[in-house]
């Protein structure tokens, strides 16, 4: 099979959804991995780290997405790459479809294969692909949320952990999922290894 990877285009996404180890592992398995040039450099692997894995780079996303049997993407596909699948291509990554209508008219006007990452589900009901962007995400709530206090950003200034003499904030958290339960703070164990804070 050839498996396609092209450069994430969504605003702020610099992830991408395949590492160069990975490309090593399906090309060792026998499959031809195509990564667009530069579809790594936003994770910090080049386009040398692909080659060096058996990954032929290709000069742009239309050819990775002409040439591909199976695309790779971390989101969604967005409007200008919709045209750019064809009947029967695999396309692998997270779609979240219930949040776009059109996206999924998109998709079944395209006759392909669509696979979400948040569907994947072991015979245990575990979501092995969701679950870990779930825990990125919770733990990523609270960054972002005591960034947005700053009055740099429009907040009130308060700082979440307290200075002497400042009691630190209060914050709630609404669900008990994996975002919620992520989003409360570390264990000691984990913030402190071996007690050496």
């Keep these: 099979m050839i498996v396609g990877v092209p450069k994430e285009i969504k605003t702020a996404e610099n992830r991408v959804a395949l590492v160069p180890a990975g490309a090593e592992s399906l090309a060792s398995d026998g499959h031809s991995v195509l990564v667009e040039q530069g579809?790594?450099?936003?994770?910090?692997?080049?386009d040398d780290a692909y080659r060096a894995a058996g990954a032929e780079i290709a000069p742009s996303a239309d050819a990775v997405w002409a040439k591909a049997e199976m695309i790779m993407k971390v989101k969604e596909p967005i409007e200008p790459e919709w045209s750019r699948i064809r009947k029967g291509q695999v396309v692998f990554t997270y779609f979240h479809f219930a949040a776009s209508e059109a996206l999924t008219k998109a998709i079944i006007k395209s006759g392909s294969i669509a696979i979400a990452y948040e569907t994947v589900e072991l015979p245990t009901k575990e979501l092995p692909l969701l679950t870990p962007m779930s825990e990125v995400a919770?733990?990523?709530?609270?960054?972002?949320?005591?960034?947005?206090?700053?009055?740099?950003?429009?907040?009130?200034?308060?700082?979440?952990?307290?200075?002497?003499?400042?009691?630190?904030?209060?914050?709630?958290?609404?669900?008990?999922?994996?975002?919620?339960?992520?989003?409360?703070?570390?264990p000691l164990s984990l913030r402190c290894p071996r007690r050496k804070c």
Excluded at 39 to 46: D, I, T
């Design 39 to 46: 579809a790594g450099l936003g994770s910090g692997f080049g």
């Design 138 to 186: 919770g733990r990523m709530a609270v960054q972002e949320g005591a960034k947005y206090l700053e009055k740099v950003f429009g907040g009130s200034g308060i700082l979440l952990g307290g200075v002497p003499g400042v009691l630190p904030a209060e914050v709630v958290i609404l669900g008990g999922g994996v975002v919620g339960y992520f989003a409360r703070p570390a």
